[in-house]
């Protein structure tokens, strides 16, 4: 079963990459909804933890045997200008959303993250 949600999982990667790169840039800019509300979690927090998802999803799509740290670096890079001028967006765009640099920074750190621990969870991911 889990061979099989690998092969799925790897004939897909793109369309899941772009799929949560769509899914943060409709969240961003949509108007905040109540049930953001009763999760009990730092806004920091789920900036941190989507942009450590987005960066990842990303890192995995394009992933060889290894990918090198500029191919990481490349992707972080822009991930975290997505995250800047969705920022940006927010503050022009709409009434019901402000620009705020701490969200930039809890999103560059799940970036970091995702660079960082990639390798780890490439093994993990190839022992299945």
């Known amino acids: 079963m ?18 949560f790169t769509l899914l943060i840039i409709y969240l961003s800019l949509a108007p905040t909804s109540n049930a953001i509300d ?8 789920l900036h941190a933890f989507a942009y450590f ?13 290894h990918v090198l740290l500029r191919q990481k670096m490349s992707i972080g890079i ?6 800047i001028l969705l920022e940006i967006l927010q503050g022009s765009l709409t009434e019901y959303r402000t620009a705020d640099y ?3 920074i809890a999103n560059t750190v799940g970036i970091i993250f995702a660079i960082v621990s990639f390798k ?5 991911y ?3």
């Open 78 to 83: 822009l991930v975290l200008l997505l995250s």
């Open 126 to 128: 190839n022992t299945i």
């Open 2 to 19: 889990l061979k099989h949600t690998k092969q799925l999982l790897e004939r897909n990667r793109y369309a899941i990459a772009a799929s």
């Open 102 to 104: 701490l969200d930039i």
């Open 53 to 65: 998802v987005l960066a990842l999803s990303w890192i995995f799509a394009i992933k060889s045997s």
């Open 38 to 45: 009763v999760i009990d979690v730092s806004d920091k927090t």
């Open 120 to 124: 780890y969870l490439l093994q993990l």
